[in-house]
């Protein structure tokens, strides 16, 4: 039997069918342009960072910047810019975080992929990650009301602000970074190469650190490369909790400004728009994004490099 | 045949190595127990300064120079403000991106060139954000230090977690169903929204809930932008001036230098704050739990 089908029908089908054509034509020219809100987002940043930082180095010298040592931003009559004490803090700061979170960390991948039965690896797992979620403004005011009232305890001679104590609370909170990604890295190893070395009749914690651990050197060590990465970047726990002083020291007792917090007080300050004080916010700012950016390609080259397939 | 084994020296230290194993077994436990041990103090600290301070009082009223009056309903109001835009804003935007680069794109080098941008754009310091914000919403765009300015400096900070959970979640989406909606003649987009879009849902839905527990938790971007510390009206607009939890804690927590009770208000927002983001996460484990289809 013939299907009739009336002529408003056929036009009816027609244009839907055509309809729908152009929705698949208009749809992937809408997405690309959401996805593209992320290429602008770089693009603004790099573009904000750099007009103001030229801005600043014509009023201050490369020379000042980089190599002299006094950084006096709000000093009405000889203001002075150097980068060297905030770099100094900054190194100081991510310094001590690595010292607690790479022992710390990688003893707790150890732990949880080596070490640690199933069910005890569903419970501890979670729960160093909590770490991670905390805001950093908790840390903050755990260093500022806690972590330094004690150790001023233990070392009389500390500021009420230092770098001490949120380099250490700052190493806490990389912990769970550097653990889940060496984690990671360790259990791809395959179980075989355990086996074999426990075979040769070697203990478990031999059979760790002479194989399983070298075999994930690649991804142990990217690991490192983000918690500093991380550390460089943090911000409000030394906002809070190391001061605003702007010496070049390497005394760890004494209250000193990284370049996040340097950040920090200029905008939430009075340094008003158009003063080479505000335009040295970006100059800084730039200095902490090319060092966050170096580490994370560093890291994904690491990984990328020395990835041993299996 | 030569003997290439010293059986008594293999046998003499035997016991040390496994004792040093067990030994170091204890010691790699004692360090994983160690961050725990960190965490349970500062939830000890922050739950014993900000006890007494948190009531209703505390929760409905605003902020104020002296502490027995002030309150926090600004903060939460501006918190619930930031989180509508930032919300929607990341959620299509983010949904969108990830559509592109999984069921359009798929291979290749604009993809790489997307998904490099994207991994870079995660890794950098939410105080450049901030300073983004500030120069080109504040300034540029003339907003001042508003819900929008703010909105919209979180959203581009958050946007990567999204895309990237969102990504996850369409991969994870096996190909069988998008090869049978094609079968049944639907086009590319009418697979996409009636058939892939809802099968990834769940695990978007806990990927964009994760997000704005970040955007919650954030401080820095949002004092970069200019947030006054102390602030009486409640936003009404996108275009009102607001403030927001984690910029009280750190408002209060530098102000308690000179009056002792700003920290225990500050432990009290902490507290606040820590209970919404547990909510969040919460909810992100419950809707995973129960909506989450194994294919």
Known sequence: MAQTTSVSELIKQKRNKSRRMKMEKGVPVLLFLAASVSVLTTVGILLTLVVETVMFFTDVSFREFFLSTAMQPLNRSDPSFSILPLLSATLLSTGIAMLVAVPIGLTTAVYLSEYATDKARRVLKPMVEVLAGIPTIVYGFFAFTFVTPVLREIIPILDRTNILSPGIVMGIMIIPMVASLSEDALSSVPNSMREGAMAFGATKLEATIRVVIPAALSGIIASFVLGISRAIGETMIVTIASGSNKNLTFDVTQSMQTMTAYIVEVTSGDAGAGTTAYYSLYAVALTLFLFTLAMNMLAKYISKRYREVY | ?295
Request: glycine share 8%; proline share 4%; no cysteine.
């Open chain 2, 1 to 295: 045949m030569a003997e290439y084994i010293d059986h008594e020296l293999v046998h003499k230290r035997l016991p040390r190595r496994i004792a040093l194993n067990k030994i170091v077994r204890g010691l790699f436990l004692a360090s994983t127990l160690s961050g725990l041990i960190v965490l349970a103090v500062l939830l000890f600290d922050v739950i014993r300064d900000s006890w007494g301070w948190l009531d209703w009082q505390f929760l409905t009223s605003v902020t104020s120079f002296s502490p027995e009056q002030a309150g926090i309903i600004g903060a939460i109001s501006g918190t619930l403000w930031l989180m509508t835009i930032v919300g929607p804003l990341t959620m299509i935007i983010g949904v969108a991106t990830a559509v592109y680069l999984e069921e359009y794109v798929k291979e290749g080098r604009v993809r790489t060139f997307f998904e490099t941008n994207i991994s870079n754009l995660a890794g950098v310091p939410s105080i450049v954000f901030g300073l983004l914000g500030l120069t080109v919403f504040v300034r540029m765009l003339g907003m001042g230090s508003v819900v929008l300015a703010g909105g919209l400096t979180m959203s581009l900070l958050v946007l990567p977690i999204v895309i990237v959970a969102s990504q996850e979640a369409l991969r994870a989406v096996p190909s069988y169903l998008r090869e049978a909606s094609f079968g049944m003649g639907a086009t590319r987009w009418q697979a996409i929204r009636t058939v892939v879009l809802p099968a990834a849902l769940p695990n978007i839905l806990t990927g964009m809930i994760l997000a704005m527990s970040r955007a919650i938790g954030e401080t820095a971007p949002l004092i970069a932008i200019g947030i006054p510390a102390l602030l009486i009206p409640l936003p009404g607009s996108l275009f009102d001036s607001f403030t927001v939890l984690p910029v009280q804690i750190y408002y209060w927590t530098i102000d308690a230098a000179l009056t002792a009770e700003y920290a225990y208000m500050a432990a009290a927002t902490i507290v606040v704050l820590l209970v919404i983001m547990f909510l969040l996460n919460a909810t992100a484990i419950f809707i995973r739990n129960k909506f989450q289809q194994r294919f």
